[in-house]
C-alpha cells in the first residue's frame, strides 16, 4: 500500500488544520493507520492511530481532546482533524499504515512522505 500524506501549512496559534492521507491499493481497509509527527532535533512520536474499521481510535496524551482521527475506506482515506493548534505542535506529520493501530514507529510496515505544520505563535 502507497500513502501521500497532505493537507499541512502555516496557522496561528488557536486555528486548524485538517491533514489528509490517501492510500492506494485495494487493500487499505484491511489496515490500521496511523499518524506521527517529527519535530526538528527530536525523534518522531505518535499521534494518533484507528483501527481498519474505524471503531477503535487512540491519542497521545499531548493531543487528547484537540485532534481527531477518522477515515474513510471508501475513499482509501484517512484524516486528522487538529483544532486549538499550538506552537509546540509544529513538525512534519507522517501518516503509516500497519496490522494494528499502534503507538510505535516500528510496527507500521508502510509509510507516506510528511507534510509539514507550521504553528505560529
Known amino acids: ?3 501521500q500524506a497532505s493537507g499541512g501549512g502555516l496557522v496561528q496559534a488557536g486555528g486548524s488544520l ?3 492521507c490517501a492510500a492506494s491499493g485495494r487493500t487499505f481497509g484491511s489496515y490500521a493507520v496511523g499518524w506521527f509527527r517529527q519535530a526538528p532535533g527530536k525523534e518522531r512520536e505518535f499521534v494518533a492511530a484507528i483501527s481498519w474499521s474505524g471503531g477503535s481510535t487512540y491519542y497521545a496524551d499531548s493531543v487528547k481532546g484537540r485532534f481527531t482521527i477518522s ?3 471508501a475513499k482509501n482515506a484517512v484524516y486528522l482533524q487538529m483544532n ?3 506552537p509546540e505542535d509544529t513538525a512534519v506529520y507522517y501518516c ?5 493501530p499502534a ?3 516500528y510496527e507500521y510496515p ?3 512522505q510528511g507534510t509539514l505544520v ?3 505563535s
Request: aromatic share 8%; hydrophobic share 35%.
Open 103 to 105: 503507538g510505535k514507529v
Open 84 to 86: 486549538s493548534l499550538k
Open 110 to 112: 508502510y509509510w507516506g
Open 96 to 100: 503509516a499504515a500497519g496490522d494494528s
Open 71 to 73: 477515515r474513510d475506506n
Open 1 to 3: 500500500v502507497q500513502l
Open 118 to 120: 507550521t504553528v505560529s
Open 18 to 20: 485538517r491533514l489528509s
